[in-house]
């Protein structure tokens, strides 16, 4: 099973150029299996996050990714907190107390690769491939991955139609919802897959 991890949407994603509606579309039209929409610091509501998932009929799954201290984090699992979580500790003590996983989110960006003693620490893996940066850059985000218990995960990061599905997770069995995605990803039978 495909699934596009990385998706930003209109409005709670105000930098994405994308509605919902329109990643739903693309992801489909390229052969994915489903999507995650992981807007910047804000999660759906869920009654509206259901409606979207009944109209359109296609698996979607429900992320966030958090802007900490050590950079972005893709968080599964973790429900909305009233207050940002601005540094990685807040973060991971929230993934922590309800069984969430955190992923550090394109690590090789920036022209360096974010290595020090936290990243072991709180993430689970790292985002090995994302659609939206160089080969080199998932190169070196695969080459971190290695370190890790589980393997990096892959997404698009999309925020323009073109980039719909260019990097995903494929997942060697059918996951089903949001629970079922995070025990997924904790149960590591997943590599991260670029599509062009
Ligand atoms: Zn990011
Ligand atoms: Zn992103």
């Not at 540094?87 to 090789?108: D, K, Q, R, W, Y």
Request: a negative charge.
């Amino acid at each position: 099973m495909l699934i596009d991890l990385h998706c930003h949407t209109r409005p709670l994603s105000q930098c994405s150029a994308l509605s919902p509606e329109q990643v739903v579309a693309l992801a489909r039209a390229r052969g994915l299996d489903g999507i995650c929409l992981t807007e910047h610091d804000r999660w759906w509501d869920l009654a509206v996050l259901d409606e979207l998932r009944e109209r359109t009929a296609f698996p979607i799954f429900h992320g966030v990714e958090l802007t900490t201290d050590i950079g972005h984090v893709l968080a599964f699992g973790l429900p909305a907190t009233p207050a940002p979580l601005a540094t990685i500790e807040a973060a991971f003590a929230a993934a922590e107390s309800v069984g969430g996983v955190l992923f550090l989110a394109h690590p090789a960006r920036d022209g360096l690769l974010k290595v020090d003693h936290r990243t072991v620490e709180y993430f689970a893996s790292v985002e090995a491939i994302n659609g939206s940066d160089s080969r080199l850059q998932n190169i070196a985000a695969t080459g971190l991955a290695h370190g890790f218990r589980l393997p990096g995960i892959g997404g698009s990061d999309a925020h323009t139609p073109a980039e719909v599905g260019r990097a995903a997770t494929r997942f060697d069995h059918a996951v089903a919802g949001d629970e079922a995605l995070v025990a997924a990803l904790l149960a590591g039978a997943y590599s991260a897959v670029l599509l062009e």
